[in-house]
């Protein structure tokens, strides 16, 4: 089993800058491709970025130069660097791990709150 724990979550003014962590304990070597999703109030979860573990990224359009994906396989965290925050970038962050290169989600964490105010 995998277990995913995020932090750095919090309020900031519209323009500013958060860095999210997800810590992966467990059974590491099961992890390939990490990722970050949202959920805003009365929406669908939705993609934000994903990273495999040899380092490749996808973004959601809406995030793409503000935001910043990485990892540390040898401190088995995943990171989101998030810059010229907008309101509409308010959700509940979450993990997930997939066991394979191919997105599947096969773990998530507990998410994290990011509020950006106006």
């Known amino acids: 089993q995998v277990q995913l724990v995020e932090s750095g979550g919090g309020l900031v003014q519209a323009g500013g800058s958060l860095r999210l962590s997800c810590a992966a304990s467990?059974?590491?070597?099961?992890?390939?491709?990490m990722g970050w999703y949202r959920q805003a109030p009365g929406k669908q979860r939705e993609l934000v970025a994903t990273i495999t573990r040899g380092g490749t990224t996808n973004y959601a359009d809406s995030v793409k130069g503000r935001f910043t994906i990485s990892r540390d396989n040898a401190k088995n965290t995943m990171y989101l660097q998030m810059n010229s925050l907008k309101p509409e970038d308010t959700a509940v962050y979450y993990c997930?791990?997939?066991?394979?290169?191919?997105?599947?989600?096969?773990?998530w964490g507990q998410g994290t709150q990011v509020t950006v105010s106006s």
């Open positions: 997930s791990a997939s066991r394979s290169v191919v997105v599947t989600n096969d773990f």
């Open positions: 467990g059974i590491i070597f099961r992890i390939n491709t």
